[in-house]
């Protein structure tokens, strides 16, 4: 599954992973847009921990969802993007729209 | 300049294509012991050009995608990406970050910014009705003798 949807009282966790391209954001696009329109969450986040690649494809898809958490009030986090990916929201500037956030790894030791 | 290898890899211009094109250069890289980063540069650039070819050149009709890769003297990494799609009339405007002819199917504008942070050069000739080719050159990093 490349994305896996948690609620955490009013946020939305989009736990995203493998490669987001162009091809396989579709799915993970239609995921996100059905769970925020039933949920109407007041946070969605983007959760890039296990993404092991990512192009301009992805800057389109949390640019997207930026609009519609814009549009329903709502806020839009990027958590834990690795190294690589960091690069390209550099590049695009989209921390004007969306929080980014580096949050430690829970791990099953510490839970 | 001398040419150590290469490889010409033709595939449809389909969005499934482009995780293939990444591992074709993947796989090709191998042999030059990149670092994380530089391998990840170079399939990012590439992704962006395929994508492109995909989502622009074959956005009216179906074709193909040339990718060439080559390893030229002094640890230099040449690409380049082709295909027989609608072309492009404005190259300049095309580049320009931000810029997007599909901004309700959430592309970015930023293909070619990203193509240009991440290699070292990237050229681009492109005719409409013709389609459009992309060259992109890195140099990796130089590698320290090995005992071997």
Redesign the interface.
Known sequence: MPVTLETQNSQLIALLSG?L????IRTI?EDIDTAVSEQQPSTLILDFHNVT?????G???I??RCKIMGGIGGTTTVRNPP??IK??LR??GIERLARIEMKPIETEESQ | MKTLNAIRFIFPGISLNEHTARAVVSAFLVQTDPTVEELADIRTAVSEAVTNAVVHGYRHNDGDVELCIKLLADREIYIRIKDKGCGISDIEKAMEPLYTTAPHEERSGLGFAVMQSFMDSVRVRSKPGEGTTVTMRKKLRSIPCRSN
């Open positions: 490669e391209d162009h091809h396989s696009r690649f990512m192009d301009s494809s800057i389109g898809l640019l997207g190294p690589h690069r390209i590049l695009s």
